[in-house]
């Protein structure tokens, strides 16, 4: 017990890319995506519990990361790589048997000249600036890349975790006319597109955050817990200060307790004096500012309720999912995940819990 532990429920992975996949529909294919290390949690298990739960497409950041996941998956299901075909990813996404989405003329160029009999999918620019080849690029690539046969066409929502938002129609209405009539498989949405109804679907969703727990998917469970280990507890006196900078100081007779986990752990310092975490149910905040190795939390409520101190505290679990915990650090789900360190004891469960 003395080193923090995560632990994965890829049970709740399993039934949250059901969830989602359900809600895509029945003429709509549901891909998993697992760039960074499956969102923080681990890709290398992540991955087959995604493909045993039925998820046969599999998106990644780049191709380095497709390496791992196809180590993972083996040969049977396909793999995108949203970076697309980059100078130094020919002999990867060869040997691997990678899909890059192209995003640009340079890359088209680039996997024609290179790879000219390997699968490929193109990403297409509807709004977001971010990547993807522009409309008018594509018109100009449009004959020359239909005649080789894309695997995908697929473009990206900018707030799709926003309903009401008026570039989700914009987006909507611009993939749709650069698509219409190509006679190719279409992808246009993540987790939030997928909420925003059928329209949004068209032929493949590309669930990421919705599988690990996070916002928009309102009812994912929850898939990480953490729970930290008590290093030692003291007292605080009423005017008594905690920690760095004295920020937190003592309004009552206080019972301090120090865990071993910290910034460097990916408890980001802007928790500091905001974030909650939980001891077998009851509340007990941060006192004082987040150290790199190191938490201090006011556990007075739980030896008043218990008699004793606590052993460890849960940071993430459930009575604190993901997004509870993010907004208190005024970030979002997907930094608190991709952000948990190396230094956890990792614990993957696949059953209902103990
Ligand atoms: C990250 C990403 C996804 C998954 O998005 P979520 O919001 O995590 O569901 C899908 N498509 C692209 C292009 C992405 O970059």
Redesign the pocket.
């Known amino acids: 017990m003395g080193t923090p532990t995560l632990t994965i429920r890829l049970d709740a992975l399993a039934q949250n890319w059901q969830a989602l996949d359900r809600r895509s529909g029945a003429s709509c294919q549901t891909a998993a995506?697992v760039?960074a290390d499956g969102y923080g949690l681990g890709v290398a298990e992540v991955g087959p519990a995604l493909a045993k739960a039925g998820a046969r497409t599999f998106?990644v950041a780049v191709a380095e990361e497709g390496v791992a996941l196809r180590k993972a998956l083996g040969s049977g299901p396909e793999i995108g790589v949203?970076s697309g075909h980059m100078a130094t990813d020919t002999g990867l996404l060869r040997d691997h048997a990678l899909i890059p989405m192209l995003n640009s003329p340079e890359q088209v160029a680039r996997h024609r000249a290179k790879l000219p009999d390997a699968p490929f999918g193109i990403q297409l620019d509807s709004g977001m600036r971010r990547l993807g080849i522009a409309p008018d690029d594509f018109a100009a690539l449009r004959e020359s890349v239909l005649a080789a046969k894309p695997w995908l066409v697929m473009s990206?929502l900018a707030c799709a975790d926003e309903p009401q938002h008026p570039q989700n129609a914009a987006q909507l209405a611009t993939f749709t006319e650069m698509t219409n009539g190509l006679g190719l498989r279409r992808s246009l949405s993540?987790?939030?597109g997928i909420l925003l109804g059928s329209d949004y679907h068209f032929d493949m969703t590309?669930?990421?955050?919705?599988l690990y727990g996070g916002a928009p998917f309102s009812t994912a469970l929850q898939v990480a817990e953490l729970s930290i280990p008590v290093i030692q507890c003291r007292n605080a006196a009423p005017g008594d200060s905690v920690g760095y900078g004295a920020s937190w100081v003592a309004a009552r007779p206080s019972r301090i307790a120090t865990l071993a986990a910290g910034y460097a752990d990916g408890l980001i310092r802007a928790m500091s004096n905001t974030a909650v975490l939980h001891a077998r149910g009851v509340p007990c905040p941060l006192a004082g500012r987040v150290s790199m190795d190191l938490l201090t939390v006011d556990v007075t409520d739980y030896v008043e309720a218990h008699g004793a101190d606590p052993d460890a505290l849960d940071i993430l679990g459930p009575y604190q999912g993901v997004d509870v915990l993010a907004d208190a650090a005024g970030t979002i789900g997907?930094e608190i995940l991709t952000s948990l360190g190396g230094r956890y004891a990792r614990r993957y469960r696949t059953g209902a819990p103990a």
């Open positions: 995506v760039k998106f949203f990206h993540a987790t939030g590309r669930p990421g955050i919705g997907y």
